[in-house]
């Protein structure tokens, strides 16, 4: 059970695949070509290569927040995107329970990359 | 997004859900991931980053692209910004939600870019007895470069 001070560190991915951009397209029904047609996203948008989708960081958070507090453990959970996350990046998520009130822990959520730079933030609340 | 959209959870959809976010596949747990709500737009018929059969789809082809990006209002493209989700209980499979959105605030700031302009959705996921399950917040923004002099 977390208490407040608890950290939390998880590796969301080791090495992002296009192939894995492709999987969380057809699971989650957002086929924006941005992530997952390398032609569209070179010659079109000018981009080095495809990204992935915000929700897919956002989706592996979210496993890791549940692998640590349990299923159905939380009450809400936001973030922002704050860079882009591209195949081949490392990520690692980090989260520090801050406080609890009213009966659920208050959370801060960052996810970096290799770089050490942040790509997405947020709190989440859980069940105390 | 379509009115009412109707979104039954079911347990094949979780499991390509699950394994794509990174649930292990030898966790046969069937708990619906805390962001799968977003994958209601399978069921959205207006949904526009769908391909649709007979219909231009901006992705590449014989050529790097074949149609503007369906549904644009013209402008530049909208990124998702921010995703929030309050959970008012956990999404069962076997049941189906109805989702319904509304447009939320909008404002601008001027960024490093140029002109940011943010506008918020929020979508709500009631269950059959009409009680909200989760409502979810995205912000979308769409980035106006700035206008250099002489062009």
Not at chain 1, 54 to 75: I, P, V
Not at chain 2, 110 to 115: F, K, Q
Request: net charge negative; hydrophobic share 35%.
């Amino acid at each position: 059970m977390a208490a407040v001070g608890d950290t939390h560190e998880a590796q969301l991915v080791d090495d992002l695949t296009r192939t894995q951009l492709v999987q969380y397209a057809g699971a989650s029904g957002d086929y924006n070509p941005l992530h997952t047609d390398e032609p569209f996203a070179k010659e079109i948008t000018h981009y080095p290569t495809v990204f992935a989708h915000g929700m897919l960081t956002m989706g592996m958070t979210g496993q890791a927040l549940t692998a640590w507090l349990g299923d159905d453990a939380l009450r809400t959970f936001g973030v922002r995107f704050s860079a882009q996350v591209w195949p081949g990046d490392k990520l690692t998520a980090r989260f520090t329970v801050e406080g609890e009130e009213e009966g659920a822990l208050q959370i801060a959520v960052s996810v970096v990359n290799q770089d050490d730079r942040e790509v997405l933030v947020g709190t989440a609340t859980a069940a105390a | 997004m379509a009115d009412n959209v109707q979104f039954p959870i079911e347990a094949g959809h979780v499991m390509l859900f699950r394994r794509a976010v990174g649930y292990p596949d030898a966790d046969t747990s069937s708990a619906v991931p805390p962001t799968f709500a977003i994958a209601s737009a399978q069921f959205d018929p207006d949904y526009p980053l769908r391909p649709k059969p007979g219909q231009a789809w901006f992705g590449s082809g014989k050529n790097p692209t074949s149609a503007a990006p369906t549904g644009d209002s013209g402008g530049p493209p909208t990124l998702h910004a921010e995703q929030h989700f309050e959970y008012h209980r956990p999404i069962r499979i076997g049941e189906t939600l109805t989702v319904s959105s509304e447009p939320g605030k909008s404002w601008e700031r001027e960024g490093r870019a140029g002109l940011l302009k943010f506008s918020e959705r929020v979508t709500h996921y009631r269950d059959a007895d009409g009680n909200d399950v989760v409502t979810g917040r995205s912000v979308g923004v769409q980035v106006h470069p700035k206008q250099e002099g002489g062009e």
